[in-house]
């Protein structure tokens, strides 16, 4: 994962994604309002590589993840130098506020903002069926070639309920390495740094429950659905 440096917050007045509403609407004659964001629906593969036995997912900087992760770190700093203030009075007023000032602008590692996922991605080509849109993204960030038709539609379901409401189409797929015709790693046009990463079937139970993992809900629960519908039909362990 490449360094992440340069870093600036600034405010997001237009978006080619993102789009922010306002909802004014009474519910059982009370009067209410709700702010949410309108952004495209999605797709996402579990992907199962029949030759090595093993998952393959992606792991990507996501700088949402990673400025909540700096809020977290931000907190705590300002917390614990409440506390120094409180317990070391003998110390300046100027060195405390010094200190604070220091540790606080701090940036964490890029590493904070990686997450494992499923291979996923949007759905903004409203001409193309959404196994095709899947199957584009198996290859772009997989490197994986396979016909459309050998997509398994899993289900679908809402994300973000609170703040999106975007729908989530979830397929199932069966590689060999002989599928295999790229490192994959995504579009670095489109500004994607994707990794590829593999799980081994073994261990992947305790890989979704493990929370020190950075991971998406999308992984866990497929890795159950595979444990529930397709480790017996290969009589196959899931490590559970």
């Known amino acids: 994962m490449e360094e992440i440096n340069n870093i600036e917050v600034v405010p997001c007045t237009e978006s080619n994604y993102l789009k922010p509403f306002r909802l004014l609407y009474n519910q059982n004659g009370t009067k209410k309002s709700w702010d949410f964001m309108r952004t495209h ?3 996402s593969v579990l992907i199962f590589n029949t030759t ?12 949402a993840v990673y400025m909540c992760e700096w809020e977290k770190a931000k907190t705590k700093t300002s917390q614990g130098a409440e506390k120094t203030e409180e317990g070391e009075a003998s110390e300046s ?27 996923a991605g949007l759905v903004d080509k409203p001409d ?8 584009q993204e198996v290859l772009e960030e997989c490197g994986y ?8 539609r899993i289900t679908s379901y809402r994300s973000g309920v609170g703040v ?3 729908k989530q189409t979830m397929f199932y797929a069966e590689v060999s390495d002989d599928n295999c015709v790229s490192a994959g790693g995504g579009e670095p ?34 890795f159950i659905w595979f444990h529930n519908n397709m480790s017996p039909k290969y009589k196959i362990s899931t490590n559970v």
């Open 41 to 43: 629906d999605s797709v």
């Open 52 to 63: 090595s036995h093993c998952f393959v997912l992606v792991k990507q900087f996501r700088p």
């Open 93 to 119: 007023q100027e060195g405390q506020s010094a200190a604070t000032e220091d540790t606080s602008s701090q940036w964490p590692p890029a590493s904070a903002g990686v997450t494992y996922e499923l291979c």
């Open 128 to 135: 193309l069926p959404l196994e095709e849109i899947a199957r």
């Open 145 to 152: 070639d396979i016909p459309a038709s050998k997509l398994k």
């Open 164 to 166: 999106t409401g975007a």
């Open 189 to 222: 046009r489109e500004g994607e740094l994707i990794e590829v990463v593999k799980v081994p079937l073994h261990e992947a139970m305790t890989f979704a429950y493990d929370e020190r993992i950075p991971k998406t809900m999308g992984v866990i629960f497929s």
